[in-house]
C-alpha cells in the first residue's frame, strides 16, 4: 500500500523525506518519489526501490526544508517513472501525492479534459492536482476543500504550493494519516514507524478531517472547516512494533485491516442499483450473454477463495461453474474452449501452477481474466481482462485480507455478468449488493470478538488433530479454516463436507476431538444439526461458527464463535474471520513463527 511522508522544518527536507519512505517499505511499493519547496517546487520521482530515488537525488540534489514524499502502490496505471508520485498541475505550482482511489477518476477526468486539461501519467492522483490549481483563490486549505469536495472515494491526500511555502495541507478519507510532532519541526506520514526515530509525539487524523501542518505543529480541522482540538499520542512501541501497527505479527495486523480491504476494493466498483463497473475487465455484454461456462483456477487459498467463487457464480447467475486446481487442470486435458471464461485468481500472479493452467486456457480459445492482487504481474500482464483485488501488499506469508479481497472480486464480477446476461435471482442480488456495502461495519465487529476466539484457540493449541466440517458455502470456508491452521499452527487438521463425515471419517472422532463448524446457510442447517450430533455421541469438542441471532445452536455446541446476520450467500465472508483468528491464536498459543511459517513461500514460482 501506498506511503505518505511530509515535512516542514528547519532541515533539508529531501534526507528527512527519503529516510521515511525507507522506513515505510515494508508497505510494499513499486515507485517512490519527493518534492521539495525551495525558489521553486522540484521533483524527483524513479519506478523501483527507493535506493533509485536517493540515487538520482544525490545526482541533481534538491534545496528546501519543506516537502511531501510518498511510495506508491500501483492502482490507476502501471508502475512507471511517469504514475511514479508525486504530480503537480501544469504550471507546477502545486505538488500532490495521494494514497488510495478516487473512484470518479473517469468522470472527474473526462471532465477537466473537455475543459481544456491535459495531463501527463494515467493515475487519478494528476487529477487531484489539477482541481486544487483550478480552486486556487489564495487559500491553500479552502482549494483542498473545494478539489476534495468534487472525488469521492477513500484516500489520503497531501498538498504543497509554491504560493504558500512553510505549510503542507492533508486531507484523510479513511486511508491513515499521521503528524509527527517534533521540536520546531513537523512531520506527516501514513503511518508511525516512518517518523517514529524522530518523534513519540503525534496526532492521529481522523476520517473526514483536514490538517494545516507548518514547522510550529498542526491545525485540524473538519472538512467543512471546524476547529477539531486533537489529544497528542504518546507512543512507546519499540519500531518493529510500530511496522505492525502496534499488532504483535503482521498476520494479525492483516486479518484486522479486512473491513478497509473490502472497502478498497469495493470502490467505485458497484453502483447502489447493482450495476458493477471494473476497470480493465474489457468484456463486452455481448460475451457475458453468450458465456458458455465459467472455470475458476487456482492453488491454495487462492483455490479455496474459488470455491466460495464458484457457488457464487452458480447461485447468481444459474450457469455452469466449476473450480480446479491449477496443477490438476494443467494436465487434465480440461474441456475449456471458445466461449469459455476462465478466471485465474492469484494473490502474486506469479504462481507457477496457475500461469500454466491460465494459458492452457488461452490456448484453447477461452478468455482469461486474472483477479490478482499485484499489479503488472505475469497473470495480469497476460490475461485479457484483470480485476484487481487492491487489498495491498501482504507480508505475512500465510493469506487473510487477500482472500478477503479474492472474494469481494468474486461478487463484483458474477454481478457484472448478470448485469448483461440476466440475474437468476434479483432480489437475491439486491440482498448481496446491499449486504457488500454493509460489510465492512460487520466484519469490524467480528474482530471485537477476539478475545472469545483468542479463549477456544487454548482447547485446539493441546490438539493433535481437528475436523472442520459444514455444507456448501460453508464447507468452502471450513476448508479455508483448516488450511490456515494447518499453514502456522501445524496442528493437522482436515476440512470435509458434513454430511462426509460418517463416511469413514466419523471412527477418528473420539472424546475432546475439536470439530469445527461453520453454519451460515439456513438452509443447510438441520442437516448439519445431524452431523454436530453424530459427534456430540462421541464425545467431541464442538466449536461453531454462527449467527448472533442463531439461538438454537447453544444447546448442541461447546462454544460458539458469533458473526453478524447477513444473506447467506455472504455469509462465508464474516464467517471466514473467525476461523483465520483461531488459527493465529492457536499459532501464538505453540510459539510458532507466524509471519514466516515453516515450508510455505508467498509465491510459489516453481512447479
Ligand atoms: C496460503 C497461501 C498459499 C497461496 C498459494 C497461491 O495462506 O498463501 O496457499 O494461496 O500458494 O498463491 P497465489 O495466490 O499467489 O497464487
Redesign the pocket.
Known sequence: MCGIMGYVGPNQAAPVLLDGLRRLEYRGYDSAGIAVLGSTIEVRKAEGKVGRLIDLTEASPLDGSVGIGHTRWATHGAPSDLNAHPHSDPSGAFVVVHNGIIENFYDLRDRLIADGHEFVSETDTEILAHLVAEAYDGDLAGAVRRAVSQAEGAYALVVMTVHEPGKIVAVRRISPLVVGLGDGETFLASDIPAVLHRTRDFLIVEDGELVIVDSEGATIETIEGVTVERDRLHVDWDSEMAEKGGYDHFMLKEIHEQPAVVTETLAGRLEEDGSAWLDNVHFDDAFARNLRRIWIT???????AGMVGSEVFRRLLRMPTSVEYAHEMRYADPLVAEGDLVIA???????AD?LAAARLAKERGARLLAL??VVGSTLAREADDILYTRAGPEIS????K??MA?LIGQYLLALRIGAARGLADPDLASRVIHGLHALPAALESVMHREAEVAEAAKRIAEADDVYFIGRGLDYAIAVEGS??LK?ISYVHSEAMPAGELKHGTLALITEGIPVVVVLTQEALYDKTVSAIQEVKARGGDIIAVAYDDDDRIARFADTVLRIPRSDDLLGPVSGVVPLQLLAYHVAKIRGNDIDQPRN?????TVE
Open positions: 487456482a492453488c491454495g487459498t487462492a483455490y479455496n485468481i492469484s494473490q502474486s500472479g506469479e504462481t496457475t490478482t492482487n506469508v500465510a493469506s487473510t487477500a482472500y479474492m488450511l490456515k499453514e510455505l513461500a508467498k509465491s510459489v
